[in-house]
């Protein structure tokens, strides 16, 4: 596949070597392949390949002609009214070769999972990653430790449909760990709990159980709490450039710039992300139900189906705050998370509506032009 110098759109990553001969690599299992096949019944020319990176309108692909450019079929993507998903890091792709420039991507394949959250400039649907097996859930032990920012991430991560993993980083320079160990454990029951150290190497090899080949994890969390760092532990060498954090308020800045993955010496795939200023849900009800499953289960002891949990008499949920078993904290950050999924949900609705609405009014036109030129003939 002909490689461009495109040495400032890889300036976060040192040398990180892609060398695949073959998809079969990159966790292309019979899921996607029988996906391809059906495209490529339509099209022998097709190719399928998987999204590294994203800039802008360009994507780095690998396929078993190795790395290279693509860009978008137009008429395809860019159709005005024409619903079609759009590629993000992790996505396997149909592609057809281009020996002269850049490759053209023809369709997304069906996604095993993603993870997304609501762009809140344009209040739209944001896939960050697509594709994964793991989400590694990023949180320093330090100033900027934030159970509700946990909360959001970890509801994301189940929503998604993978299994979620709280990373809590920096051990080697925290005063106590195992207070920011239980406080996450008591927090999100079900969810796994790791303590490491970039640095030093404590609790690295306890995440090696998810390193398999062919798996893909990927890495989220806010500015600062050493996802590059973590990346670089796990590769064993250095793959990533990273910055120091602010010593004031525990803040970094972003290392990261776009979404990448990393294809590390013993087959696993890592899609590193930049840091994330804020998480807004877009759908969540899956996520909510396995993130508060403690509060979930403890409703369904009220005494009415629809027990808004204020003033009704047998309301188990507020039996449970008066007992202290739900903390306020905890139940105040499940009624946000609440209203934000509810909110999330309309818009999805609205969205699919919408474009029900455009893909209807372009069928009728493709019927009106053909008993248009029925009718000439």
Same mark, same amino acid.
């Not at 991430?153 to 195992?178: F, H, M, Q, R």
């Not at 050493?226 to 800045?253: F, Y």
């Not at 509810?342 to 008993?371: C, I, N, P, W, Y």
């Given at each position: 596949?002909?490689?461009?110098?495109?040495?400032?759109?890889?300036?976060?990553?040192?040398?990180?070597?892609?060398?695949?001969?073959?998809?079969?690599?990159?966790?292309?299992?019979?899921?996607?392949?029988?996906?391809?096949?059906?495209?490529?019944?339509?099209?022998?020319?097709?190719?399928?390949?998987?999204?590294?990176?994203?800039?802008?309108?360009?994507?780095?692909?690998?396929?078993?002609?190795?790395?290279?450019?693509?860009?978008?079929?137009?008429?395809?993507?860019?159709?005005?009214?024409? $619903?079609?998903?759009?590629?993000?890091?992790?996505?396997?792709?149909?592609?057809?070769?281009?020996?002269?420039?850049?490759?053209?991507?023809?369709?997304?394949?069906?996604?095993?999972?993603?993870?997304?959250?609501?762009?809140?400039?344009?209040?739209?649907?944001?896939?960050?990653?697509?594709?994964?097996?793991?989400?590694?859930?990023?949180?320093?032990?330090?100033?900027?430790?934030?159970?509700?920012?946990?909360? @959001?991430?970890?509801?994301?991560?189940?929503?998604?449909?993978?299994?979620?993993?709280?990373?809590?980083?920096?051990?080697?320079?925290?005063?106590?760990?195992?207070?920011?160990?239980?406080?996450?454990?008591?927090?999100?029951?079900?969810?796994?709990?790791?303590?490491?150290?970039?640095?030093?190497?404590?609790?690295?090899?306890?995440?090696?159980?998810?390193?398999?080949?062919?798996?893909?994890?990927?890495?989220?969390? $806010?500015?600062?709490?050493?996802?590059?760092?973590?990346?670089?532990?796990?590769?064993?060498?250095?793959?990533?450039?990273?910055?120091?954090?602010?010593?004031?308020?525990?803040?970094?800045?972003?290392?990261?710039?776009?979404?990448?993955?990393?294809?590390?010496?013993?087959?696993?795939?890592?899609?590193?992300?930049?840091?994330?200023?804020?998480?807004?849900?877009? $759908?969540?009800?899956?996520?909510?139900?396995?993130?508060?499953?403690?509060?979930? $289960?403890?409703?369904?002891? &009220?005494?009415?189906?629809? &027990?808004?949990?204020?003033?009704?008499?047998? &309301?188990?949920?507020?039996?449970?705050?008066?007992?202290?078993?739900?903390?306020?904290?905890?139940?105040?950050?499940?009624?946000?998370?609440? @209203?934000?999924?509810?909110?999330?949900?309309?818009?999805?609705?609205?969205?699919?509506?919408?474009?029900?609405?455009?893909?209807?009014?372009?069928?009728?036109?493709?019927?009106?032009?053909?008993?248009?030129?029925?009718?000439?003939?």
């Amino acid at each position: 596949m002909k490689d461009k110098d495109h040495s400032k759109d890889n300036n976060e990553t040192k040398g990180v070597q892609m060398n695949i001969t073959s998809i079969e690599r990159l966790g292309y299992s019979e899921y996607f392949k029988e996906r391809f096949h059906k495209l490529q019944g339509v099209d022998k020319q097709l190719i399928p390949g998987r999204v590294a990176a994203v800039h802008r309108e360009r994507y780095q692909v690998i396929t078993d002609l190795g790395e290279g450019w693509a860009t978008l079929k137009g008429s395809i993507f860019y159709n005005n009214g024409q $619903s079609v998903t759009y590629p993000t890091t992790g996505d396997f792709v149909a592609i057809r070769h281009n020996t002269a420039g850049d490759d053209i991507i023809f369709q997304v394949l069906e996604r095993r999972s993603e993870f997304s959250r609501l762009d809140s400039f344009n209040r739209t649907k944001q896939v960050v990653a697509a594709n994964f097996d793991y989400v590694l859930i990023l949180s320093s032990m330090n100033k900027d430790f934030n159970l509700n920012r946990l909360d @959001r991430y970890i509801v994301s991560a189940w929503e998604s449909g993978a299994e979620p993993l709280v990373v809590l980083t920096k051990s080697d320079i925290s005063e106590n760990p195992e207070h920011f160990i239980r406080s996450v454990r008591e927090n999100s029951p079900g969810v796994q709990v790791f303590a490491v150290s970039s640095i030093t190497g404590e609790g690295i090899s306890s995440l090696k159980d998810y390193l398999k080949r062919e798996s893909t994890l990927v890495l989220l969390g $806010s500015s600062g709490v050493g996802k590059s760092s973590l990346v670089n532990a796990l590769a064993g060498t250095e793959v990533m450039k990273v910055k120091e954090i602010r010593e004031d308020d525990s803040k970094g800045k972003h290392t990261t710039t776009h979404r990448q993955l990393i294809v590390l010496d013993d087959g696993t795939m890592v899609i590193d992300t930049p840091g994330m200023r804020e998480l807004e849900l877009w $759908s969540a009800d899956a996520g909510m139900e396995e993130t508060f499953q403690d509060i979930e $289960s403890i409703a369904e002891g &009220c005494r009415f189906r629809d &027990c808004s949990h204020k003033e009704e008499p047998g &309301c188990a949920v507020r039996e449970a705050l008066r007992s202290g078993e739900i903390s306020e904290k905890r139940w105040n950050n499940y009624q946000k998370l609440k @209203r934000e999924a509810e909110f999330a949900r309309t818009k999805e609705e609205q969205s699919a509506r919408v474009q029900k609405k455009l893909q209807d009014r372009k069928f009728g036109k493709m019927l009106k032009d053909h008993k248009k030129k029925k009718s000439i003939y």
